[in-house]
Structure formats: C-alpha cells, structure tokens
C-alpha cells in the first residue's frame, strides 16, 4: 500500500470513529491466551471487512484508560510510517488511537 493510500484509509478509519463507531474495548486480554483468542478471531474475519476489525479490536480515536494508552507506545506501532503492524489489523493508524490489542 502506498503512503497516499494509507492516509486515506487512515481518514477513513478517523472518520469511522468520529461517526460514533461502537467497539469492544472491553474486556482487555489479560493474558496470552486471551491475547491469542483474540488474534484467532481477527483472522477469522475477511480481511477487506474494516468495520469488523475495528469493533473487534475496539479502536478508539483517542487514548484509552487510567494509563492513557495510546498506539504510539505500542509495540506494534511503527512511529514514522503511522502503521500498526500486528499482521491481524494491519492498518494505518493515527499516535494517540487505541486498540485492545495494545501491548508495551
């Protein structure tokens, strides 16, 4: 995907969320292998179906909890390309977003 892709997904996905898209924050994996039963679910769903991924993985568009987690801090997150590069979402994202697949 090229850079000028990306950012319109990237809008699209901001836009997505702005309209009041409703995700699973909730509940957080706690452990691998909640982490991993979600990561089974994500593959499970057609990869071209955004919206599904979205609320599965329950993005927000702005840092989530007491801690203020935020896909910057991620592990998966690649800083200068704005990407999350956890090969389920796979997707660009925007620094202060969150998903409950975050991980340090």
């Not at 840092?63 to 704005?82: A, N």
Request: charged letters at 30%.
């Amino acid at each position: 995907m090229h850079s000028d892709q990306e950012q319109k997904l990237r809008e699209k996905i901001g836009r997505m969320l702005a309209d009041g898209l409703q995700t699973q924050t909730e509940p957080f994996p706690e452990n691998d292998t909640q982490f991993g039963q979600l990561l089974t679910q994500l593959r499970d769903i057609d990869a071209k179906d955004l919206k599904a991924k979205l609320v599965l993985s329950g993005f927000t568009n702005s840092p989530y909890g007491e801690d203020r987690m935020r896909c910057q801090e991620c592990m998966y997150y690649l800083v200068h390309r704005k990407w999350c590069d956890l090969p389920e979402l796979a997707l660009p994202v925007e620094p202060d977003w969150w998903c409950r697949l975050w991980r340090i």
